[in-house]
């Protein structure tokens, strides 16, 4: 790591047209390094906290009636709410429960860092580089005793509704209004929460 880091403080004196030339090999290294750091600091456990939901309201879309009789089904659920339910069932029927956890986290994560990407883009490589470096190593919870959090080590809604509502900022900042507002309608779609401050920092933007 205080390698890496030395390098970029190297890489920042440089000049910008060297900073535009950024090799390759570098950037592929850097690329793995900041994803095997994110692997290890957000490792997969299992169907845990809310994915055990989401799970149960995709076994209940997949079976009809085997758990329509759970209280949690008799009252009204989030799953009416979202995409994420018929896009998970598709991928459980296809290679399984395990399988479809563990590619769709995989997925959804390096979509994530992607979109994350786009966002930093017009800082500087050095910056942008220890940017994500933090973003993988860093705590990812927050509020009193970690209640919130985001990019979570666990298969949800959410964690396909966070890098699309990146995606929308990114874009919005490129003035992309008609994609922002695209990717902002993805984002509603799996989890109108998260895409509720995102309309609010875009609105707030577009104002200023």
Not at 17 to 34: D, G, K, P, Q
Not at 176 to 191: D, K, N, Y
Request: aromatic share 14%.
């Amino acid at each position: 790591f205080t390698h890496f880091m030395a390098h970029l403080s190297l890489r920042s004196l440089a000049p910008a047209s060297a900073e535009r030339n950024e090799s390759r090999a570098f950037s592929i290294a850097a690329t793995l390094w900041i994803a095997a750091l994110w692997l290890v600091c957000r490792p997969f456990r299992g169907v845990r906290h809310d994915s055990i939901l989401y799970v149960g309201q995709t076994f209940n879309s997949l079976w009809p009636g085997q758990l329509s009789s759970d209280w949690f089904f008799l009252g009204a659920s989030q799953d009416r709410y979202t995409i994420f339910t018929p896009l998970l069932a598709h991928a459980i029927e296809a290679v399984g429960l395990q399988a479809a956890e563990i590619g769709l986290l995989l997925a959804f994560n390096a979509f994530f860092l992607w979109a994350a990407w786009l966002l930093l883009k017009e800082l500087p490589a050095s910056t942008r580089w220890a940017a994500l470096v933090a973003l993988a190593a860093l705590s990812h919870t927050y509020g009193g005793e970690g209640a919130f959090a985001f990019a979570e080590p666990f298969l949800d809604a959410r964690t396909l509704a966070e890098p699309f509502g990146l995606l929308a900022l990114a874009l919005l900042l490129r003035g992309r209004l008609g994609w922002s507002l695209l990717a902002l309608a993805a984002t509603l779609a799996c989890h109108p929460l998260v895409g509720l401050p995102v309309i609010v920092v875009g609105w707030t933007f577009l104002c200023l």
